[in-house]
Structure formats: C-alpha cells, structure tokens
C-alpha cells in the first residue's frame, strides 16, 4: 500500500460526525478497555427475539383477519356492481 492510498480517507477524517454508526471513546475510556476497539454500537437498539411459535399464531390470526377484510371488500364490491 502507499501512503496516496488514503487520501479519501484523510480528506474525510477533519470532517467526521457523530451518527448512530460512528461515535466517539474517550482516551480514558480506550485506556480503560486495556486499547480493545471491539466497542459495541451504543446506539444499537435491543432486539426482542420472541418465541416461533407465538409469531406463527400472531401471523395466523393475521392473516385470518386480512382474508376475512378481503372476503368482506370482494362482497361489496360484487355489490355495487350488480353481480350477486
């Protein structure tokens, strides 16, 4: 590698934000860490891994209501235009 090879990079470092996927460590911070880089995103948002079979039963009740909504629709439909 040669040292031109970062020129975008050096020409992005002066004008870094702070965003949800860059963020800032303290040296303190850093030092704390015994220098380990391997920080977790703190804005990362907590996941809820719910249980297959309560999201199965929740889609099933779903789609039950979705068919239930189109059945209703196709009917008045059929309806209005005259074609019982």
Not at 34 to 41: A, I, P, R, S, V
Not at 51 to 66: C, F, G, R, T, V
């Amino acid at each position: 590698m040669t040292i031109g090879e970062f020129d975008l990079e050096k020409a992005w470092w002066g004008k870094r934000k702070t965003t949800k996927n860059a963020w800032k460590i303290s040296v303190k911070e850093l030092a704390e860490r015994n220098y380990n880089l391997d920080c977790k995103n703190p804005h990362e948002v907590e996941v809820n891994h719910r249980n297959p079979d309560e999201l199965m039963q929740e889609y099933l009740e779903i789609a039950k209501k979705l068919e239930a909504a189109q059945n209703a629709l196709k009917q008045e439909l059929m309806q209005a235009l005259g074609s019982n």
